[in-house]
T-cell receptor, first 112, second 115 residues
């Protein structure tokens, strides 16, 4: 799996957009970019994933750079419930057999 | 549909003892992975089971072992516990369709404290 680099922490105000960056300069052509988040006292939960194109779902959007060396998770309107540790993962999916390589993640604080 | 369940949720053991943790995956999910989470090392992959076979293993000593049953339920065992084994142990299940995009669904974890 490719190494990912994220800022240690970020802050946002409620109802404002949040852009969480991730660098994955050694990503290979078959590595998918996954984002998970871990709310306090819970296990990680899936947020979104993508390969080359930008992706949207009900939780967030994922913007992937054209060279795929970086990506940005976008929360369109942060809520207090979005306060969590966000993990960016670049892995080979089906060949990794259940292994997700988590980095240190970004601690997101949302202010009311 | 019920989520991933782990039992027990909390456990206190002493050094030298052994412990068994249990994980019930989401119905229909065939792959079960285990992770250890500590403040110092973060989330680290232990191993993954599919069809009762271990397919992948992380960099942990042999004291850490696991198994999977025919109903996909899984257990992990840690023998000769050390203080450093104190951690949150997380189980995750996935459909395992062979797709690059299989999502893992995590349980709430078992908090193990070794005294």
């Amino acid at each position: 799996d490719a190494k990912t680099t994220q800022p240690n922490s970020m802050e946002s105000n409620e109802e404002e957009p949040v852009h969480l960056p991730c660098n994955h300069s050694t990503i290979s052509g078959t590595d998918y970019i996954h984002w998970y988040r871990q709310l306090p006292s819970q296990g990680p939960e899936y947020v979104i994933h993508g390969l080359t194109s930008n992706v949207n779902n009900r939780m967030a959007s994922l913007a992937i750079a054209e060279d795929r060396k970086s990506s940005t998770l976008i929360l369109h309107r942060a809520t207090l419930r979005d306060a969590a540790v966000y993990y960016c993962i670049a892995n080979a999916g089906g060949t990794s057999y259940g292994k997700l390589t988590f980095g240190q993640g970004t601690i997101l604080t949302v202010h009311p | 549909k019920a989520g991933v369940t782990q039992t027990p949720r909390y456990l206190i053991k002493t050094r030298g003892q052994q412990v068994t943790l249990s994980c019930s995956p989401i119905s229909g999910h065939r792959s079960v992975s285990w992770y250890q989470q500590t403040p110092g090392q973060g989330l680290q992959f232990l191993f993954e089971y599919f069809s009762e076979t271990q397919r992948n293993k992380g960099n942990f000593p042999g004291r850490f072992s696991g198994r999977q049953f025919s109903n996909s339920r899984s257990e992990m065992n840690v023998s000769t516990l050390e203080l450093g084994d104190s951690a949150l142990y997380l189980c995750a299940s996935s459909l395992e369709t062979g797709s690059y995009t299989d999502t893992q669904y995590f349980g709430p974890g078992t908090r193990l404290t070794v005294l």
